[in-house]
Every structure is written in C-alpha cells, then in structure tokens.
C-alpha cells in the first residue's frame, strides 16, 4: 500500500492542469466570467472559440478547483 504520489502520474496530472489555467488565462475565460455565469456554449460564443473545445477546457478547469 503506497502512501505517497506516484511521480510520473503527479506530474503529467499537474502539467496538464498547468496547461488547462495557462489556456483559461490567455483565452480571457476567467476575464468572461468576471462579469457573469455563461453555459459553455455562451462562453464560446462571447470568447470566439469552439464549442466543443470550450466545454472541455471548462471541465479541466473546474476539475483542478
């Protein structure tokens, strides 16, 4: 029974929730949502990107809260 993180799966685990942020950060969705609570599909729209891509980086960021 192993009690502390697995190195290989800790970091690929972290660079990817790095990656999702630095993503969130420079398609200004943080900035979107400062104002009000959009759907993936607004959010999309209001930040020009695409939908389907939108709603996958929403759930990496809510899952690394």
Same mark, same amino acid.
Request: charged share 15%; hydrophobic share 50%.
């Given at each position: =029974?192993?009690? #502390?993180?697995?190195? #290989? =799966?800790?970091?690929?685990?972290?660079?990817?929730?790095?990656?999702?942020?630095?993503? #969130?950060? &420079?398609?200004?969705? =943080?900035?979107? *949502? &400062?104002?009000?609570? =959009?759907?993936?599909? !607004?959010? +999309?729209?209001?930040? !020009?990107?695409?939908?389907? +891509?939108?709603? *996958?980086? *929403? !759930?990496?960021?809510?899952?690394?809260?």
């Amino acid at each position: =029974f192993q009690l #502390g993180p697995i190195p #290989g =799966f800790e970091t690929h685990i972290s660079a990817t929730l790095a990656s999702a942020i630095m993503a #969130g950060v &420079e398609l200004e969705i =943080f900035e979107c *949502l &400062e104002s009000a609570t =959009f759907t993936a599909i !607004d959010l +999309a729209s209001r930040c !020009d990107t695409d939908t389907i +891509a939108t709603a *996958l980086l *929403l !759930d990496a960021l809510v899952a690394s809260s």
